[in-house]
Each structure stands twice: as structure tokens, then as C-alpha cells.
């Protein structure tokens, strides 16, 4: 099965599925499956919630502003979100929420495959990084589970705050580098055991 396939498969095992909370319409990702980066953000709003896409309302207009402005396209990525129905009044998602829709999620990845992740705000960054805060950590690389996690501030947060809209753009401009590997990535992955070669017995020279 190739990855639309597969993700289209994916999408309809999520709406058959009467055991998810949240009563809102899907918003599953859209983007390109070949991508070398994904952006995931925390849940759908109103806006998305209607059109059934991700990321298409005022916060989603920053994003998407800021990935042509890298000279990115956006069908060139991809964009979900962690938790893929709207939680009711916006209210941020619960762990519960997170924890439903997570193993799907991780299906998701694994079938783009993504080489970087760039999560938007602190509940996708904490799913891939748990110790993370992202005031400390937005815009910095690490590797974990065989990808580049690189967290940014949720568009929402840059609107609300002129600082964090500075910081925002700052991180985000730099995303081609971090991808080119010229800045540093933290490896977070454990380094492999080093095999010890069991000593020879001494053989006597004689
Ligand atoms: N905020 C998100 O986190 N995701 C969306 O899709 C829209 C707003």
C-alpha cells in the first residue's frame, strides 16, 4: 500500500472508531506524505473544525505565511495536529484527549516518515519531548527516536505577544539550517552499547 493509501485507511479506521473522544469533525492532516518535515500542532479550532483542515484560521495563516517565507511551499510539507478533533470553546486538549489519540497519531508518523517534526506549541512538544519547556527549547534541535524533533511556538501564542511573535519568526527562519544540519541537534537517543570483544586467553609465546 503506498503512504496515501495507507493514511487515507488510517483516517477512515479514525472515524469508525466510536471509542475517541470529542464530537467534532475529523481533522486528520493534510500535506504531502513524502515530506521531510511535519508540523503538528495541539487541536483543531472553530475554523478548522468547519473546513476539516488543519491549521487554517488566524494561527494557521502565520504558519503558513512563515513556511512560504523560509521558501518552503506548503504542499511541500505536512500538517496535523496531536489531537484531531476540536476540544468545545477552544479550551486546550487533556491528557486523556492526548493520551485517545495518540496511538493513531504514531501510526500516522510512522507511515510518512518524516526525517524532522517540528512540533507547534507545548502540548506537541512535551508528546515528543516530556522534560521540554518552550520558552527554553523552542527553536532548538534534538534527536530522539531517529528524528530531528525541532519545537517552535504555537502560532496562537505569537499572536497574542509581540516578544513570543519575535521569537516565533526568529526560530522559524531558521529551520532550512537546522534541517541542513548546520546547527546543533542534541542527541537525546541513548548511545548504543559498545560491544565489549572478550579478551584472548594469553597464548604463552613458547
Ligand atoms: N491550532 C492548532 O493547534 N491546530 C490547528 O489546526 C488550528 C489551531
Excluded at 486528520?28 to 518535515?37: I, M, Q, S, Y
Excluded at 504555537?154 to 546547527?183: C, D, N, T, W, Y
Amino acid at each position: 500500500m503506498d503512504k496515501r493509501a495507507a493514511l487515507e485507511a488510517l483516517k477512515a479506521e479514525m472515524e469508525a472508531d466510536k471509542s475517541l473522544p470529542l464530537s467534532a469533525n475529523l481533522v486528520f492532516g493534510e500535506g504531502n506524505p513524502d515530506c521531510e518535515v511535519l508540523f503538528i500542532g495541539e487541536a483543531p479550532g472553530q475554523n478548522e473544525d468547519i473546513q476539516k483542515r488543519p491549521f487554517v484560521g488566524r494561527g494557521g495563516q502565520l504558519l503558513r505565511e512563515n513556511i512560504r517565507a523560509i521558501g518552503w511551499k506548503e504542499e511541500d510539507v505536512y500538517i496535523t495536529n496531536i489531537v484531531k478533533r476540536r476540544p468545545p470553546e477552544n479550551r486546550d486538549p487533556m491528557p486523556d484527549e492526548i493520551a485517545a489519540y495518540a496511538p493513531y497519531l504514531a501510526r500516522q508518523i510512522e507511515i510518512i516518515n518524516p526525517p524532522i517534526i517540528v512540533p507547534l506549541g507545548r502540548f506537541s512538544m512535551n508528546y515528543f519531548l516530556p522534560a521540554a519547556k518552550i520558552t527554553r527549547d523552542q527553536g532548538k534541535g534534538f534527536r530522539t527516536g531517529g528524528r530531528v524533533i525541532v519545537p517552535q511556538f504555537h502560532p496562537a501564542a505569537a499572536l497574542r505577544a509581540p516578544e513570543v511573535m519575535r521569537q516565533f519568526r526568529e526560530s522559524f527562519a531558521e529551520l532550512p539550517q537546522m534541517i541542513a544540519g548546520k546547527l546543533p541537534i542534541k542527541d537525546l537517543d541513548p548511545a548504543p552499547a559498545v560491544e565489549k570483544k572478550k579478551s584472548k586467553p594469553q597464548t604463552s609465546l613458547f
